[in-house]
């Protein structure tokens, strides 16, 4: 069954990659700090950083900064009250200054389920937005599956692979807004440090257009080590 999985994983990547190279491919690139919570320290947070590229590594138009705290609930659901702020360039003209400067307050649950060794996530999101065009309120969802590949968990040494979708909802037409989806190989180098690479491809839906575009995607994730208390 895994070798399945990760058959039809690489396939997605290759398969995908291929197309978006003859569409443009851009760059999305993600550095996450993580404070993880527990049943012993329930409550924890996180730190991230975004920037994205309409090209690979050129013409840079997009950044986010964003952080949270969280609460574990139990073992299979945390809550989260995140922050951010949101900045999007003509990436034609960077001199130009931001097209689009974005406040953003979310909440979050998310909830884990198993199926052998293979993790799923359901993740719900409501945010409220303020642009300096206006205000805007947005609903998302996404569903991930993350399997490890060599061991039957992630740890050290684990290559794992990630499959995700997340849809994008408004109160406003037209309802829907957006699409993304992702599938992605990591690698746990150590307990803190692990890196994710792939594709992302990411449909857009408006009141007049509808465009896609695909990314390679390269997310760090440096996880901090909580110490258990006796």
């Known amino acids: 069954m895994y070798k399945w999985l990760i058959a039809s994983l690489l396939f997605v990547i290759l398969s995908t990659a291929a197309r978006a190279q003859y569409d443009g491919l851009?760059?999305?690139?993600?550095?996450?700090?993580?404070?993880?919570?527990?049943m012993e320290h329930r409550w924890g947070g996180y730190l991230e950083a975004q920037n994205r590229n309409y090209e690979v590594t050129n013409k840079f138009y997009y950044?986010?900064?964003?952080?949270?705290?969280?609460?574990?609930?139990?073992?299979s659901n945390v809550a989260l009250l995140g922050?951010?702020?949101?900045?999007?360039?003509n990436y034609e003209d960077i001199d130009d200054g931001p097209q689009l400067q974005e406040f953003r307050l979310w909440e979050q649950f998310v909830s884990n389920q198993y199926l052998g060794r293979i993790k799923f996530e359901h993740r719900y999101r409501v945010e409220q937005r303020w642009f300096n065009t206006g205000y805007r309120n947005r609903f998302r969802y996404r569903i991930s599956a993350n399997i490890p590949i060599n061991k039957p968990k992630v740890e050290p040494g684990t290559l794992f692979g990630i499959l995700y979708d997340e849809?994008?909802?408004n109160n406003k037409a037209?309802?829907?807004e957006r699409n993304r989806v992702a599938?992605?190989?990591?690698?746990?180098?150590?307990?803190?440090?692990?890196?994710?690479?792939?594709?992302?491809?990411?449909?857009?839906n408006t009141a007049t257009s509808t465009n896609r575009k695909y990314y390679f995607l390269l997310n760090a994730v440096y996880t901090i080590q909580r110490k258990s208390g006796k």
């Open 174 to 176: 037209p309802n829907f």
């Open 167 to 169: 849809v994008f909802f």
């Open 63 to 75: 950044y986010e900064v964003k952080g949270g705290a969280s609460y574990n609930i139990d073992k």
């Open 83 to 89: 922050i951010g702020r949101y900045v999007t360039y």
């Open 26 to 38: 851009g760059g999305w690139n993600v550095m996450t700090i993580n404070l993880p919570g527990s």
């Open 183 to 204: 599938a992605l190989i990591g690698y746990q180098f150590s307990k803190p440090f692990g890196i994710q690479t792939g594709i992302l491809n990411q449909f857009n």
